[in-house]
């Protein structure tokens, strides 16, 4: 099974509406939505649900949270999952300007591990000139696995430009997995970071990603498959399985 762990739409880089974002997700056999980072929180997670309800079985959806705007974050993210049905949470600490270990992160992470939630932190490019890229940094995220030990975390797009503290937190700490985002444009670059995965023995932590609509699926996956070639062993695993979320 074939699963694209990062795709968005109705992406403001991109203008991308529902029709291109679906065109794109024929190659794969499902993927995971992410909701953008606008102010309307409420009304971009609604659109969402809205969108990926409508293909159930072929899209799962992940809410937008600034935690650090909210007053009641069970509420919130009680509303989203039951409600809703969205399947996961995705952060932009950079763009959104708080720390990885802020303490009302820290309570939407200890409900999300009781909810068996997913969290992907959404913290590499693009960024905004107005991003706090030091809040980027993978290491930052060492705390909060230490202290969440049974709930999965997603490091988007391996923690770009910091890929060296993604792979060093992934080969640490069990319940964290990375997004191998491909940029077919970037073949000497993805094909060094699947190397150093490789090396550390990480490949089973690394998850398929296209970055929609800043990659195309289609593209990514020969991308992949030409690693492939070169590489024994390098299939990645089922993102699915290993987030344990149910379609």
């Known amino acids: 099974m074939i699963v694209d ?19 794109a997700a024929e190659m ?38 600034d935690p650090t705007a909210e007053n009641s974050i069970e509420k919130t993210l009680r509303f ?10 995705v952060l932009y600490c950079a763009q ?17 591990e009781r909810l068996q939630l997913p969290v992907f932190f959404h913290n590499g490019p693009p960024l905004t000139s107005q991003a706090s890229i030091e809040y980027s940094r993978p290491f930052l995220l060492d705390e909060v696995a230490r202290t969440f030990p049974g709930m999965k975390m997603i490091i988007g797009s391996m923690g770009s430009p910091f890929v060296e503290q993604t792979l060093a937190l ?10 191998l985002t491909i940029r ?14 490789y090396e550390r023995g ?26 492939n070639k070169l590489l024994a062993d390098t299939n990645l695993p ?5 987030l344990g979320i149910i379609r």
């Not at 720390?99 to 939407?108: I, R």
């Not at 992934?170 to 997004?179: G, L, P, Q, R, S």
């Not at 990480?202 to 030409?226: A, H, N, Q, Y």
């Open 5 to 23: 762990c990062h795709t968005h739409m109705n992406s403001a880089a991109g203008n991308i509406g529902a029709s291109e974002h679906l065109e």
């Open 184 to 197: 077919s444009a970037n073949v000497w670059q993805i094909y060094n970071t699947v190397v150093s995965a």
């Open 238 to 242: 089922n993102t699915l399985e290993v």
């Open 202 to 227: 990480v490949m089973d932590k690394l998850l398929f990603g296209s970055g929609f609509p800043f990659g195309v699926p289609g593209e990514c996956i020969e991308t992949l498959l030409g690693f």
């Open 170 to 179: 992934i080969a640490k700490h069990e319940n964290v997995y990375a997004d």
């Open 96 to 112: 959104c300007g708080f720390h990885p270990a802020h303490t009302k992160a820290f309570q939407l992470y200890e409900l999300a």
């Open 80 to 89: 989203l999952t039951e409600k809703l049905g969205l399947k996961g949470v």
């Open 28 to 65: 794969v056999d499902v993927c995971l939505v992410l909701a953008d980072a606008e102010v309307t929180d409420d009304q971009i997670n609604k659109k969402l649900a809205d969108y990926v309800g409508r293909h159930k079985g072929k899209m799962m959806g992940f809410a937008f949270i």
